[in-house]
């Protein structure tokens, strides 16, 4: 079992950069794709990117590509999520996933295993 917890969420301002972390109980953290999702009131839950286990690939929303960044510590079973230029847009609820690379279709909700129990994003206009 895989337990992981978003830190690092909070109220800022358009324009601002925020960096979410997602620390997994797992010392297979670096066997799993890690993604982060995002769910805005009443919608559902979208996918914002996701990198692989190795941290060689990445993949983007366009709704956030080229100002959203994932990375991975393996070493410290940790993920991350940098914010840059955020947008009123961006207000949600940020989830960390972990999923096994056997799994695939990376892009979808159901590739994910394990989730976290969120954290709020809150960006004033």
């Known amino acids: 079992q895989v337990q992981l917890a978003e830190s690092g969420g909070g109220l800022v301002q358009a324009g601002d950069s925020l960096r979410l972390s997602c620390d997994a109980s797992?010392?297979?953290?670096?066997?799993?794709?890690m993604a982060w999702f995002r769910q805005a009131p009443g919608k559902e839950r979208d996918l914002v990117g996701f990198?692989?286990?190795?941290?060689?690939?990445?993949y983007y929303a366009s709704s956030v590509k080229g100002r959203f960044t994932i990375s991975r510590d393996n070493a410290k079973n940790t993920g991350y999520l940098q914010m840059n230029s955020l947008k009123p847009e961006d207000t949600a609820v940020y989830f960390c996933?972990?999923?096994?690379?056997?799994?695939?279709?990376?892009?979808?909700?159901?590739?994910?295993?394990?989730w976290g129990q969120g954290t709020q994003v809150t960006v004033s206009a």
């Open positions: 996933a972990a999923g096994s690379r056997s799994n695939g279709e990376y892009g979808t909700r159901a590739a994910y295993d394990y």
């Open positions: 797992t010392r297979t953290f670096s066997a799993h794709v």
């Open positions: 990198i692989t286990w190795n941290g060689g690939t990445s």
